[in-house]
């Protein structure tokens, strides 16, 4: 394990840049997606278009590749900035960024997700971001239901 340890308050300082970062990660891979249906939809028509048609088709999947390549640089740059500021872009698609954190003498993640005002959920480090428990104890919201 190498990185810095945050206290709750450390890592919520610190989620105005982490949720511009975070925000712009989820978006390269939204936009992955949707290229990759693209591309996917662009080789089933090949597979049934005329000679004439094949070129266009081709160029579309070239594009669509590039702009694919481009976004995932983008996300890992994303990716590299968080690590920098000493944490770590768990998914980012759900936009979910754990913290080395202490917890009871062990070395915990502190969780956070996009659209949470505060890093306040923990897990161990061989756990899930899905079995993240309340930092403060509260028991009653763990297990991260949604309303």
Known sequence: MKGKIFTPDEATRMLPL??????????CSKLIERHERSLLDLRRALERESE???????DELREHDKKILALKEHR?????ELEALGAFLDDPFEGIVKFYG???????????????D?????????DEHSDRLPIDGDEKVANNAEF
């Open 18 to 27: 982490v949720r511009r970062i975070v925000t712009d990660a989820k978006a």
């Open 52 to 58: 004439m048609r094949e070129d266009a088709i081709l």
């Open 76 to 80: 890992e740059a994303c990716r590299r």
């Open 102 to 116: 202490e917890k009871d003498s062990r070395i915990v993640y502190f969780t956070w997700r996009l659209g949470e």
């Open 118 to 126: 505060r890093v306040s959920w923990w897990h161990e480090t061989d």
